[in-house]
């Protein structure tokens, strides 16, 4: 009897609660580009619970009305933006502003990638080394690939030993940025090739000048950075495997990077290569002990977005590499037949093994990096790395001591940087940064061998900003200043007698602290104010010429080689003398170049002139006789440089017409599409170095060259390529006397004067290689055969400090299989 009632009252509490409930609730708010805040018109706001979508405004703004207490999901998108998701609690009237990322800077990127020749965002010099290339190197050097840029040249000892030259200048004055972090392994060594993997690299840019600032105001020469592969926000797993075997060295490298990515933003990045090698062969004769081997590891880990993200990145790379065992001579006869003879004095059957003299290096590398990027104002970023350098030299020793290192040394290194980028305004980006560095060497004091290289600690505290500015389409502009303080202090022994004749005693008697024996016990001390600046301006005429200038100012602070060094170099076979009166270089440059890139024609003509004052080279002096032998003595000595040259890039495409396989509605007409047949290209580079002191040419300076490379594509058969390729380089007719006179028993034991010709320059030569490649399953598989000195010419590179005592290597047949997945 009470049912209806009850029903009733039910209902009615029903219909008071709908009506409680009213859907009259508002959501609104603006929505804007993240970078500059200007409001983006016809953004489509979608709420998943109505299935309807909105549309801002003309001013960004949007309103959702009638809306019920609530969650809901809106997802807000905009052409040319990555959509956004979110959800939004609705309890009460609500205001909810929402930036979008436009995607103009990712096309500006891909712009300056594709265009190898031109980084259309600033004034700076550069070329950059595309994947392929990078692949085709994958068993060669980071300096072998390097190489096949205009204006860069190698400076090798050996084959195995390899050391990028940027317009004449290596070293300190070449800075190597590996995925964010200035390499240091010890490369103010003539002999230290770059601790890198270059499997790890997807794009390698070459920045030829001083106005690479974010990264030091020393690198005069230029700046290399080796860029990983892209993170993308994106479900996948990709990745490639390579496998190369050559003939010459009779040995090969394998390699493997697999990079997985999660939409989310996660990521995992890991690569991993093994090289070995024997004995190299010249067209003649083995080059006795020099074979390498070399293992590389490099994993990461990281979460990134637009908006912020992070990373953690540890790389290894250990490396043994043979030294000519010809270039170790016992006495000063030796060394007379071995750099005037035209032959190795020392000459085995061939071996992997790797014996005395050689070096083995260990590096390791962990990197931490951070950043968040900021709506209306631009992007924040910490980095911090920690590296450990470990190098030990194998002279040829005997007794207890054989098998000993006659050098080691441990160089541990840490920096830490904060960068600051504003790209808010529309024409105008600023950037900022500090950073700080510190460094501590020890040499193995277990060598029982005097230091090459004593104790130091070393530090440097930075700080740049810059701006670069569009005016308008046609013109860029930027400028740049940078700041370092270093400094500098060792414990170091000198021979009493070397003190005092260098003067030491005198000029540096502050620096004594004891005396053991015959030796002096010290503790120099340096500090150096660093200023860089630069200041450019391009000219793009249309889309398809430019021109720029670029003006730059630079000093440099002696390294501890050139400050410290004293004693046998065991990797070169050298005696090295450093000089503590050393001051720091400065350099002044300019840097032009125009651009040419319209239709089949890419053309690029880069002059500059550099002025180094305090100019700091180092020279052959004489010979000196140890108990291990006879060696020629080098001299770090300083003087004022001019540095003048042009390089230059030019490629030709010749194209054919082929019919599609689509019909216009007429079916006698055919369409064509255009597809390349031909590619000719060549690089061309001269320097002129002159030391304006004495007018005298400067030591070790890049001859003349040309590259010329000719590619048939498709050559008979789909996705079959052939190349011819030449290098030809001039001999260098420059070059400074500094021969020197030591005196040698003849056939009856008496002693004559004989010169040491340590100055004279090879001759000419000219290289030929041939290649080609396939590419099957869907173009994820390719093979790539090649042979290099195709000729087997026999040749001497002036800038191979081995040149002195064997040719360089002859024919080398390599075989590549690239898989990418």
Request: net charge negative; hydrophobic share 35%.
């Amino acid at each position: 009897m009470f049912t209806k009632p009850l029903v009733a009252i039910a209902l009615l509490a029903s219909f008071c609660y709908t009506h409680a409930q009213e859907c009259t609730l508002v959501l609104q708010g603006k929505i804007t580009d993240f970078h500059d805040s200007q409001p983006l018109e016809l953004a489509q706001i979608y709420v998943e619970q109505l299935q309807k979508t909105y549309i801002s405004k003309s001013d960004g703004s949007y309103e959702i009305t009638d809306l019920c207490p609530g969650n809901y999901n809106i997802s807000i998108s905009h052409y040319d933006c990555d959509t956004k998701k979110t959800e939004i609690k609705i309890d009460q009237n609500k205001t909810l502003h929402i930036t979008l990322e436009h995607h103009i800077n990712d096309l500006k990127e891909m712009k300056i990638l594709a265009d190898v020749h031109d980084n259309h965002s600033n004034t700076q010099s550069s070329t950059r080394i595309k994947a392929k290339t990078i692949q085709q190197y994958s068993g060669a050097s980071l300096g072998d690939a390097l190489a096949t840029v205009s204006g860069v040249s190698t400076l090798k000892t050996g084959n195995s030993v390899v050391k990028p030259i940027i317009h004449g200048l290596y070293g300190s004055r070449v800075a190597i940025v590996n995925d964010g972090m200035r390499q240091q392994d010890q490369e103010w060594g003539v002999e230290h090739a770059p601790n890198i993997d270059i499997n790890t690299a997807s794009t390698i840019e070459v920045i030829k000048g001083a106005s690479a600032l974010r990264y030091g105001g020393d690198a005069i020469g230029g700046t290399i950075l080796i860029t990983p592969a892209r993170v993308i926000a994106k479900d996948t797993l990709n990745g490639h495997a390579i496998m190369q075997g050559q003939t010459n060295g009779r040995g090969g490298s394998a390699t493997t990077t697999v990079n997985n990515y999660r939409k989310s933003g996660w990521y995992q990045q890991a690569t991993l290569t093994y090289k070995k090698l024997g004995d190299f062969e010249a067209p003649d004769y083995v080059l006795s002990n020099t074979g390498s081997e070399t293992t590389a590891v490099k994993l990461g880990i990281g979460f990134k977005t637009f908006e912020y993200g992070a990373s953690a990145k540890y790389s290894y790379y250990q490396s043994e590499i043979g030294i000519l065992r010809a270039s170790h001579i016992g006495n000063a006869s030796d060394l007379v037949r071995s750099i005037n003879s035209g032959q190795p004095l020392i000459i085995n059957d061939f071996t992997y093994n790797i014996e005395a003299p050689k070096q083995q290096v260990a590096h390791h590398g962990l990197q931490f990096n951070a950043f968040k990027r900021f709506a209306g104002l631009g992007k924040l970023s910490m980095d911090y790395s920690f590296q450990f350098n470990n190098r030990k030299e194998f002279d040829i020793r005997r007794g207890e001591n054989a098998g000993r290192a006659s050098l080691d040394m441990d160089l541990q290194t840490q920096n830490i940087s904060v960068y600051a980028m504003v790209d808010a305004f529309e024409n105008t980006i600023y950037e900022a940064g500090i950073d700080y560095m510190t460094q501590v060497n020890r040499p193995d004091a277990a060598t029982e061998v005097r230091r090459l290289i004593p104790d130091y600690n070393a530090n440097k505290v930075g700080a740049f900003t810059s701006v670069t500015h569009n005016p308008s389409e046609n013109w860029v502009l930027d400028a740049g200043l940078r700041y370092d303080r270093y400094h500098i202090n060792a414990t170091k022994f000198y021979l009493q007698s070397r003190w005092e004749d260098l003067g030491y005693d005198e000029q540096f008697a502050s620096f004594e602290i004891g005396r053991e024996g015959n030796q002096i016990k010290t503790q120099p001390e340096f500090q150096y104010d660093l200023f860089a600046f630069t200041a450019g301006a391009k000219y793009e005429f249309n889309t398809d010429y430019d021109l720029s200038i670029n003006l730059s100012s630079a000093n440099r602070a002696p390294n501890p080689s050139e400050l410290f060094s004293d004693g046998l170099h065991h990797a070169l076979a050298t005696i090295e003398l450093g000089r503590l009166d050393l001051r720091k270089e400065q350099s002044y440059k300019i840097n032009t170049a125009f651009h040419v890139n319209k239709g089949r024609l890419d053309l690029e003509i880069n002059p500059y002139l550099n002025f180094v004052n305090d100019f700091i080279q180092l020279v052959p002096t004489g010979l000196e006789t140890t108990i291990r032998g006879a060696f020629p003595v080098f001299q770090y000595e300083q003087i004022n440089a001019r540095l003048y040259g042009i390089d230059l890039h030019a490629s030709y495409d010749f194209w054919t017409k082929k019919p599609a396989k689509k019909r216009y509605t007429h079916p006698n007409e055919l369409v064509y599409k255009a597809v390349k047949l031909l590619s000719l290209e060549t690089n061309m580079s001269y320097i002129h170095g002159t030391s304006t002191s004495d007018e005298e040419p400067l030591i070790d300076m890049p001859p003349a060259q040309i590259q010329t490379q000719l590619t048939w594509y498709n050559a008979g058969i789909q996705n079959f390529d052939l190349y011819v390729s030449n290098h030809a380089v001039f001999q260098q007719n420059r070059f400074p006397d500094n021969n020197f006179p030591v005196s040698i028993p003849n056939d009856e034991g008496q002693l004559i004067t004989s010169t040491v010709d340590i100055s004279s320059t090879p001759a000419a030569y000219s290289l030929w290689n041939v290649g080609a490649s396939y590419a099957f399953a869907k173009a994820n598989t390719k093979i790539n055969l090649t042979v290099n000195n195709l000729l087997n010419s026999q040749y001497r590179n002036y800038l191979n400090r081995q040149r002195f005592y064997a040719d360089e290597i002859g024919r080398d047949l390599q075989l590549q299989i690239i898989y990418n997945f």
